[in-house]
């Protein structure tokens, strides 16, 4: 009987009757005919890659940014998923909820069996220390998401052989402070492994990435001085802002110099392209934005608030949405829509070829600047903030409390990332996610509210039917 590597660990579909009875893979390998090659092992890493693809095609975005006072959705006709993000009303069977945490675990899973089978198969050793420290990267992005989002989950970092190996396994949810203890260990590793590799993608991991997703783990988990060390290195490293910010979401401008980790899509119709144009720009009925009579969905536009954050004269503002549309020599007037990402001249909405970048020299800056403050270096950290204004064409921060410049980075980080997926990190990670969005709905007139219990997103129905035992966040 041929055995199987179990790719996907919420995936399974459990058929009930005594037990663990049968599980059937959602997607399996024959193990017997796998992991036996350098290139196995590439093939395995571009697998655990993929799911990025997954994970930050919208998903993400709706989850962190459709649940802020950054976006609202301007589609007439909004799913119910878009609608309780929106809301910040998100249940057990949300569609987001469900992706990011299937996608996420299939990720985990892909890098355990390259972790734990890699030593066994003789290839170079360089290469072996390559794909290892990129699997270990991509399961500490994977928990990190995770753990954010839904606070305490399973910890899992052994494949598994057999159904009887998933069945007798503890798949109980695991206290956050064990799985940041994992991230941790798995991304400093990560970066020694990686140390010294070079001429990869900025679509690959890299020590930089590592370092960089290591100091926003240490500043989630308030580790200030950790945080300092470990960006302090980062900042080394060579990379640098690009000149011109709209050069960061232009199509065909990957790769800059500013990037140190990015989200890889390919357009062409073969299934590796992203849906941000239709995501983002507008729904004009009856009016084609894209070739072949395809039209945007306006399901994530940014808000009036969020215009009216950004400072006079600031360069990021134009550069990040507009609110009309040149089509045809016609100017079509609209609601806000977000500009980044957008590709076009694609054939397709859904098959959009800019790479999502996920890390960015930007980020490092205000990062290390956010811990300097919060390590009462608050002189120190006003430079590393206006190095970012600085190219945004705005003044320079001067002479501002400790408590003041808190919430000046806070902005700063509002106007630099929108639509990139930290609004609701960044909110949540600083205690000021309750009083922002609450406020937020005040304004608007809407009686919606964000209670403490919501800060951590729903465990999903399926994943509970499937194994009992995680148990549901409080309240939800």
Not at 72 to 90: C, F, G, H, L, R
Not at 121 to 147: H, I, T, W
Request: proline share 3%; glycine share 6%.
């Amino acid at each position: 009987m041929r055995k199987y590597i179990i790719i996907a660990i919420a995936a399974t579909i459990l058929s009930a009757c005594d037990g663990f009875l049968e599980l059937e893979p959602e997607f399996s390998l024959n193990e017997s005919a796998f992991y036996k090659t350098s290139g196995d092992f590439e093939t395995a890493l571009i697998g655990a890659y993929s799911e990025l693809q997954n994970i930050h095609d919208g998903n993400l975005l709706y989850l962190t940014e459709l649940t802020t006072d950054n976006a609202e959705i301007q589609w007439s006709s909004p799913t119910t998923s878009e609608s309780e993000a929106d809301e910040m009303n998100v249940t057990l069977a949300n569609t987001y909820v469900n992706a990011i945490y299937s996608s996420s675990f299939t990720m985990i899973a892909w890098c355990n069996n390259i972790i734990a089978k890699i030593e066994g198969v003789a290839f170079d050793e360089g290469l072996k220390d390559q794909y290892k420290g990129e699997a270990m990267f991509l399961r500490a992005y994977s928990y990190f998401n995770l753990v954010r989002l839904f606070g305490d989950v399973p910890k899992v970092t052994s494949p598994f052989g057999s159904p009887d190996e998933i069945a007798s396994s503890d798949l109980s949810r695991k206290p956050v402070s064990e799985i940041y203890d994992l991230i941790v260990s798995d991304l400093s590793t990560s970066a020694d492994l990686l140390s010294g590799v070079t001429g990869l993608s900025k679509s690959r991991a890299s020590e930089g990435a590592a370092k960089t997703l290591l100091g926003k783990v240490y500043l989630t988990r308030q580790e200030y001085g950790l945080c300092i060390d470990v960006l302090d290195n980062v900042l080394a490293m060579g990379y640098t802002l690009e000149d011109d910010y709209s050069d960061l979401f232009t199509p065909g401008n990957d790769e800059l110099s500013e990037s140190i980790f990015e989200i890889k899509y390919l357009s062409g119709n073969i299934g590796e392209g992203n849906s941000f144009s239709s995501l983002f720009t507008p729904p004009l009925f009856n009016i084609a934005l894209f070739p072949g009579n395809m039209q945007g969905s306006g399901r994530i536009n940014p808000t009036d608030d969020l215009g009216n954050a950004y400072e006079d004269g600031d360069l990021r503002k134009a550069a990040s949405f507009a609110d009309s549309v040149l089509l045809l020599d016609a100017t079509y007037a609209d609601n806000n829509y977000a500009k980044k990402f957008v590709d076009f001249t694609t054939g397709v909405v859904g098959d959009g070829g800019v790479n999502f970048t996920s890390l960015r020299y930007a980020d490092v800056l205000l990062m290390y600047a956010e811990a300097l403050n919060e390590n009462n270096m608050t002189t120190e950290a006003h430079d590393y903030v206006n190095m970012v204004r600085d190219r945004a064409d705005l003044a320079d921060l001067a002479g501002l409390t400790k408590a003041d410049l808190t919430l000046a980075i806070e902005q700063e980080r509002r106007v630099e990332f929108f639509c990139e997926g930290h609004r609701w990190f960044d909110l949540v990670r600083t205690g000021r996610a309750e009083t922002v969005i609450n406020a937020h709905f005040d304004d608007l007139g809407l009686n919606f509210s964000l209670e403490p219990y919501e800060l951590l997103m729903p465990i999903p129905q399926r994943e509970l039917d499937i194994n009992p035992n995680l148990g549901q966040n409080p309240d939800h």
